[in-house]
């Protein structure tokens, strides 16, 4: 099992950026495809984005063109790059890791346990 911590969050004026980190113990991260969650008070945990082993990324539309997800597996992290926050990107963030590349937080079974990213307007 890997073990998965978050950093990087915090507080923000809108329009501005957060670069969010999730390290990684116990197994490489190669090994899995990493992705993003974030839940906000009051709401269920939706994806964010996700990176293949191979690679390949996806991004929720609320996200597109602003967020970018990434990793370096010689540091074994994965990042997102969080730039023109909006008030709506208020939440609570996680990373997690799963054996498929999926977009469905019951397909992966390793949790960080998350850092609040607060965009004020």
């Known amino acids: 099992q890997v073990q998965l911590v978050e950093s990087g969050g915090g507080l923000v004026q809108a329009g501005g950026s957060l670069r969010l980190s999730c390290a990684a113990s116990g197994r490489t991260l190669s090994s899995y495809t990493m992705g993003w969650f974030r839940q906000a008070p009051g709401k269920e945990r939706e994806f964010v984005a996700s990176?293949?082993?191979?690679?390949?990324?996806y991004k929720s539309d609320s996200v597109k063109g602003r967020f970018t997800i990434s990793r370096d597996n010689t540091k074994n992290t994965v990042y997102l790059q969080m730039n023109d926050l909006k008030a709506e990107d208020t939440a609570v963030y996680y990373c997690?890791?799963?054996?498929?590349?999926?977009?469905?937080?019951?397909?992966?079974?390793?949790w960080g346990q998350g850092t609040q990213v607060t965009v004020s307007s």
């Open positions: 997690a890791a799963a054996s498929i590349s999926t977009r469905l937080s019951d397909r992966y079974h390793s």
């Open positions: 990176i293949s082993r191979g690679g390949i990324t």
